[in-house]
């Protein structure tokens, strides 16, 4: 019969030769956070990263992009409805200022 140490030892050297031969750190230098990593580290990203993450951030909804877009659609709308006499040309004025207004707002705010 073995003395137990003695296995363990033998176990742990095994385990450790083993980690060693197959490039795997032992869990004590893998202790420390790895900042070069992308998600949440302690460290400084990589300013392409960095450049990324704010362009990202500062993108626009698709309702933001779109706007002045749809603008043109129901300014165009509108005068398409005058030249029918679906509605007044005193209609189509007041229509179209409310758009200009809404419009002048959106792009003050944002």
């Known amino acids: 019969m073995r003395n137990r140490s003695t296995t363990k ?3 742990l050297a095994a385990t450790l030769g083993g ?3 197959c490039g795997t750190p032992p ?7 790895d900042a070069s990593r992308i998600g949440r580290s302690s460290g400084a990203k990589a300013p392409e990263f960095q450049e990324l993450y704010d362009y990202d951030a500062a993108a626009k909804t698709l309702a933001d992009a779109t706007f ?3 603008v043109q659609v129901h300014r165009a ?5 005058a030249e029918r006499a679906i509605v007044t ?3 189509a004025a007041a229509i179209l200022r409310g758009l200009a ?3 002048s707002r959106a792009l003050s705010a944002g």
């Open 68 to 70: 002045p877009y749809e």
């Open 27 to 33: 869990a004590s230098a893998q202790a420390e956070p």
């Open 19 to 21: 980690m060693l031969a």
């Open 77 to 81: 709308h509108v005068v398409m409805l």
């Open 101 to 103: 207004v809404a419009e």
């Open 89 to 91: 040309r005193a209609e």
């Open 9 to 11: 030892r033998r176990l």
